[in-house]
């Protein structure tokens, strides 16, 4: 069965959507990977992690063609990077996943790959929620891979995965070996903890949310030691990111959608 929403013909589209097939929507961007990736890797990872894990599933998921470009203002100091204002990123999203909700889909998941769009992703999400009958949801594919994480994490936490990181260069390096610069890998960098309440990773960052100009912090563009990374972590990642996302859809999928009730005198909604 197909798996890739492009591949589809509209008939086959009107058909999976009434078989409750889940559309997974692969949000990335273009942005500065330091000195030893290329600009592509939130495009190459969260690639791999959504067609794979549709692949698998059995026609439950259908992968939907990626938003390739995401919300960067904050790494414009360094070029290669593409950035796309807040606003119009969560209308864009919104507007790709609202599209699947008028052909009939009724369970949608971001799966993003860029620690920016995350907040806007999941903004997007709760206007679907709030303003059509489907449920969507929205997840990193760095946080379905935690499991494999706790294990093979050498990085110092907090702090020490976050951008260009053990984590993102391990996962390069298994995906696409031959782009990876090793000998431009730097020294770790100072991790991005400013103080308790102020630190950054992408298995936890702290109580107050502030996300600085990269190039005021990091030389390289990078946050996090690559040297810790290999490729096999990096495949252990893949793995664990891909067998949780096929999981997660498949109880999405079930999860029911009881009624809606309203409980006030008016019935005015929210378009
Ligand atoms: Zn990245």
Redesign the pocket.
């Given at each position: 069965m197909k798996h890739l929403y492009r591949t589809l013909t509209w008939p086959e589209a009107r058909e999976r959507a009434s078989e409750g097939a889940v559309i997974v929507i692969p949000v990335?961007?273009i942005?500065q990977?330091g000195y030893h990736?290329p600009i592509d890797?939130?495009n190459v990872?969260v690639e791999h992690v959504t067609e794979e894990a549709a692949r698998r599933s059995n026609g439950r998921i259908l992968t939907a063609p990626m938003i390739h470009y995401g919300f960067n203002e904050h790494n414009m100091g360094f070029p290669g990077t593409i950035t796309v204002r807040e606003y119009v990123f969560i209308d864009f999203c919104y507007d790709v996943a609202h599209s699947f909700v008028r052909q009939g889909f009724d369970r949608i998941v971001f799966v993003n790959?860029?620690?920016s769009n995350q907040m806007l992703c999941n903004l997007a999400a709760r206007r679907i929620n709030n303003t059509t009958r489907a449920l969507a949801g929205a997840v990193a594919h760095w946080a379905l891979a935690k499991d494999a994480v706790d294990r093979l994490r050498e990085s110092e936490y907090p702090g020490g995965m976050a951008?260009?990181c053990e984590f993102?260069t391990s996962l390069y390096m298994y995906l696409k070996p031959e782009l990876v610069e090793k000998d431009k890998m730097t020294r770790r960098e100072a991790p991005s903890r400013v103080n308790q309440f102020v630190y950054d990773d992408l298995f936890g960052s702290g109580p107050v949310h502030m996300v600085n100009r990269w190039s005021r912090i990091s030389e390289s563009g990078v946050e996090g030691d690559p040297l810790l990374a290999t490729a096999d972590k990096g495949k252990e990642f893949a793995e664990c990111s891909i067998r949780n996302l096929v999981e997660f859809c498949r109880l999405f999928r079930q999860q029911p959608v009881p009624p809606e009730r309203d409980f006030n005198y008016s019935n005015e909604r929210l378009d």
């Open positions: 990335a961007a942005e990977h990736l890797v939130d990872l790959g860029q620690g951008h260009a993102e």
